[in-house]
């Protein structure tokens, strides 16, 4: 059974960044499609950057140019890199394993809060 453990969220700025971090056990990471996701209060769970295997990488439109997604094998960990944060970027980050279609394909964290203030 897939786990994850995201950490790394906190209060920033706006213009601020944050680096967050989800370590994953019970699948063979490196051949996982992973995907970090944000949730805000009152908002549908939304897919904001996920990466391949291979090291593609594909973003939602409202964090195109200011999140990088990135990736450790040897770690079995995911990281986004947030830069330019805005008070909308405000919301819970979750990480799980992604299929094709860019939908989650395992068990859902606690995630990691972020909060950006204006």
């Known amino acids: 059974q897939v786990h994850v453990v995201e950490s790394g969220g906190g209060l920033v700025q706006a213009g601020g960044s944050l680096r967050l971090s989800c370590a994953a056990s019970?699948?063979?990471?490196?051949?996982?499609?992973m995907g970090w996701y944000r949730q805000a209060p009152g908002k549908q769970r939304e897919l904001v950057a996920r990466?391949?295997?291979?090291?593609?990488?594909i973003y939602a439109d409202s964090v195109k140019g200011r999140f990088t997604i990135s990736r450790d094998n040897a770690k079995n960990t995911v990281y986004l890199q947030m830069n330019s944060l805005k008070p909308e970027d405000t919301a819970v980050y979750y990480c799980?394993?992604?299929?094709?279609?860019?939908?989650?394909?395992?068990?859902w964290g606690q995630g990691t809060q972020v909060t950006v203030s204006s």
């Open positions: 799980n394993p992604t299929t094709t279609w860019g939908t989650p394909s395992g068990s």
């Open positions: 019970g699948i063979i990471f490196s051949i996982n499609t």
């Open positions: 990466i391949t295997s291979s090291g593609n990488t």
